[in-house]
């Protein structure tokens, strides 16, 4: 499977390898990322696409961890408390850290971390919590670090959870979708997601004492049939492998509709709202 | 049994949700999972089923295999019973908590769930006809369950397996001769009939029990628990029923707290109830799973 050298752009070219599948034996070409080079044959060392820039020949693979990028709005879950900081699984090869300087306080006011915030870390996050914080930095060993310094991040309340494929979420300019039904949908770019009951933002703002509060508003039985279902959706998405945005969930929603909620997750109703939502993507394209 | 740990709003909007009747995947509190069941698959074995419970083609997954052998009776065993023999293995890939030794523990524990359902007269095998010749030759069963994933509840998931292991084994027939020895003395001696066509079912197979898991969240129970409802629950209890809805064993799992008296009797009958749909599924399941 040699690559074309008179091909005229390199995105014209797509080539689906295997681990194993030799690229090209020119040695005109660099390797990149997702090959190896033996006896001056280059070949793929996992199952993907052939991206070729200039000279640099790489394998993008379809399947990898999240490995997370600055600027990348994650959903976390604290595994560990430790000293003025919070180790956090965010789905990666790695745990991130959520800093003690990197949140905010309760009620917005602006000071120093003190010792005695070192000493209630709990009181903010404690283990098992859910956060949706955006990734900061990185630490010198690849690990991520994140803050939450804005108000819209924070601990994740009043809904539920659902892990779904990282490849699946892409990233765009918001991961905060407020959809029609009522229901709150918070993508992160991890695979991590947070389907909650609408609270509106003005009221967020309002409470901005008690964002640490693990307290749940009250849900009307409507608003919890709504997350099920739209947790259903995302989960029957995920399982077909098809992307995960605002509007594919609202598609599926809409064509869950005649179906009880339950049904949904039955792999016969889940293939047909699937093919549904792809033929009606295809058409918005 | 995993080691899942939510967040105090996660666990809050579980129970409310269980309180309510309506659970976070839109269940119903005695609403079980897709069920897939399939036998017959292992041709080395007896008897063998595989069955699958949970959403969207995935879930908690159990493979039990059923070998028979001859054993030679020895004093101190029961002079015309035979026996079965159960043990469960939870695959190391079936869950992170069960690499190395991890599943240890949880295998003894399901190991000896499933004695007490099925070894024995109350599993409603007729043991006695297991028997070959008295004092001298009987049947063992080895029942091998493999657990291959984990998603909640594997209790029900390894009864339901092995019930379908059992109701598909066939055992080689053995024919029992009398014949006089040297000093004309009548010995019995057996043979076992070495043919593929020639083969029987064990007796009392259709009396099999299967079972129902009840978790407690709140102050409600649900049935056929997923990995998030397991994360909050307070206590469960498995229930074996016979199909004629006598209650054959009950185990209450290792949980944080005991049940009070009152949710108890009403977890029984609901057991029956529950139980009744059951055996009708699992008849459906089971004459497409070969």
């Given at each position: 499977m040699?690559?074309?050298t008179e091909a005229?752009?390199p995105?014209l070219?797509?080539q689906?390898?295997?681990?194993g599948s030799a690229i090209?034996s020119d ?9 190896f080079?033996e ?11 052939v991206?070729?820039?200039n ?8 399947k ?5 990028e600055i ?6 879950r604290?595994t560990?408390?430790a ?16 800093l003690?300087s990197?949140?905010n306080?309760p009620g917005g ?12 870390m709990?009181s903010?996050?404690a283990?098992?919590?859910?956060v949706?914080a955006e990734?900061q ?9 994140l803050h ?13 959870f659902?892990?779904v ?11 905060f979708?407020t959809l029609?039904?009522?229901v709150?949908?918070v993508?992160g770019v991890n695979?991590y ?8 933002v ?9 964002i640490?509060s693990?307290?749940n508003e009250?849900i009307s039985?409507?608003e919890?049939e709504?997350i099920?279902?739209?947790a ?6 995920n399982?077909l492998y ?6 594919s969930?609202i598609?599926a929603?809409?064509?869950?509709l005649?179906?009880p909620?339950?049904d949904?997750?039955s792999?016969d109703?889940?293939t047909?709202?699937a093919?549904?939502?792809t033929s009606r993507?295809?058409l918005?394209a | 049994?995993t080691s899942?740990?939510l967040?105090?709003s996660?666990q ?10 309506f659970?976070?995947?839109g ?14 698959m ?5 008897g063998?089923?595989r ?8 879930g ?5 295999g059923?070998?028979?052998?001859v ?6 065993e029961?002079?015309s019973l035979?026996?079965i023999v ?8 079936a869950?992170?908590?069960?690499e ?11 190991t000896?769930?499933?004695?007490r359902?099925?070894n024995?007269?109350?599993?409603g095998i007729?043991m006695?006809?297991l ?7 009987y049947?063992?069963?080895?029942v091998?369950a493999l657990?291959?994933?984990v998603?909640g ?13 059992l109701?598909?084994t066939?055992?080689?027939?053995v024919v ?6 040297e000093d004309?003395n009548l ?7 070495d043919d593929?066509?020639?083969?029987v079912?064990?007796?009392?197979v259709?009396?099999l029990?299967?079972?129902v898991?009840?978790n ?6 649900v049935?056929?628990?997923s990995?998030q ?5 307070q206590?469960?209890l498995?229930v074996?029923?016979s199909?004629q809805?006598?209650i054959?064993?009950?185990q209450?799992g290792g949980?944080?707290r005991g049940?009070?008296?009152?949710l ?9 109830r529950?139980?009744r749909?059951e055996?009708a599924k699992?008849?459906?399941?089971y004459?497409?799973?070969a």
């Amino acid at each position: 499977m040699d690559i074309d050298t008179e091909a005229p752009a390199p995105s014209l070219v797509t080539q689906i390898v295997t681990p194993g599948s030799a690229i090209t034996s020119d040695s005109a070409y660099m390797r990149g990322h997702g090959t190896f080079g033996e006896h001056g044959t280059i070949y793929s060392s996992v199952a993907g696409v052939v991206e070729r820039i200039n000279k640099l020949v790489s394998v993008r693979s379809l399947k990898q961890r999240y490995g997370g990028e600055i600027g990348d709005i994650v959903v976390g879950r604290i595994t560990e408390v430790a000293s003025k900081r919070w180790r956090v699984d965010v789905n990666s090869r790695q745990d991130g850290m959520l800093l003690l300087s990197s949140i905010n306080l309760p009620g917005g006011i602006q000071r120093r971390k003190s010792d005695s915030d070192e000493l209630q870390m709990r009181s903010f996050f404690a283990e098992g919590d859910l956060v949706f914080a955006e990734v900061q930095s990185y630490f010198a060993d690849g690990a991520l670090s994140l803050h939450t310094r804005s108000i819209q991040y924070g601990k994740l309340r009043n809904g539920t959870f659902v892990s779904v494929f990282p490849q699946l979420v892409s990233r765009s300019r918001t991961h905060f979708h407020t959809l029609p039904c009522g229901v709150d949908v918070v993508l992160g770019v991890n695979g991590y997601i947070w389907v909650s009951k609408h609270v509106p933002v003005a009221q967020v703002e309002a409470n901005a004492e008690h964002i640490y509060s693990d307290e749940n508003e009250s849900i009307s039985d409507d608003e919890r049939e709504s997350i099920a279902r739209v947790a259903n959706c995302i989960g029957l998405l995920n399982r077909l492998y098809v992307k995960i945005t605002d509007t594919s969930i609202i598609f599926a929603f809409e064509a869950s509709l005649p179906y009880p909620v339950k049904d949904l997750l039955s792999i016969d109703v889940a293939t047909e709202l699937a093919h549904n939502v792809t033929s009606r993507l295809k058409l918005q394209a | 049994m995993t080691s899942l740990i939510l967040s105090p709003s996660e666990q809050d909007f579980i129970t409310r949700g269980v309180e309510k009747g309506f659970r976070a995947d839109g269940r119903g509190s005695l609403d079980r999972r897709e069920v897939t069941l399939r036998t017959n698959m292992i041709s080395q074995a007896n008897g063998s089923a595989r069955c699958r419970i949970g959403h969207l083609g995935l879930g908690t997954d159990v493979l039990v295999g059923i070998k028979a052998e001859v054993n030679t009776w020895t004093p101190g065993e029961p002079e015309s019973l035979g026996s079965i023999v159960c043990n469960v293995e939870c695959s190391p890939s079936a869950a992170q908590e069960f690499e190395g030794r991890g599943a240890e523990d949880l295998n003894v524990e399901l190991t000896q769930t499933l004695d007490r359902m099925f070894n024995g007269p109350q599993s409603g095998i007729d043991m006695a006809k297991l028997c070959i010749i008295p004092k001298q030759a009987y049947w063992v069963l080895h029942v091998d369950a493999l657990v291959l994933d984990v998603k909640g509840g594997i209790v029900d998931a390894l009864v339901w397996a092995t019930r379908a292991a059992l109701l598909s084994t066939k055992l080689p027939r053995v024919v029992v001769e009398s014949i006089a020895d040297e000093d004309g003395n009548l010995q019995s001696e057996f043979d076992v009939v070495d043919d593929a066509e020639d083969q029987v079912a064990i007796e009392g197979v259709e009396n099999l029990p299967l079972s129902v898991t009840f978790n407690q969240i709140g102050k409600r129970f649900v049935i056929d628990a997923s990995e998030q409802e397991e994360a909050v629950t307070q206590a469960s209890l498995t229930v074996a029923v016979s199909p004629q809805l006598e209650i054959c064993a009950v185990q209450k799992g290792g949980f944080l707290r005991g049940f009070p008296p009152s949710l108890l009797s009403e977890i029984m009958q609901t057991a029956r109830r529950v139980a009744r749909d059951e055996f009708a599924k699992f008849k459906e399941l089971y004459e497409t799973a070969a």
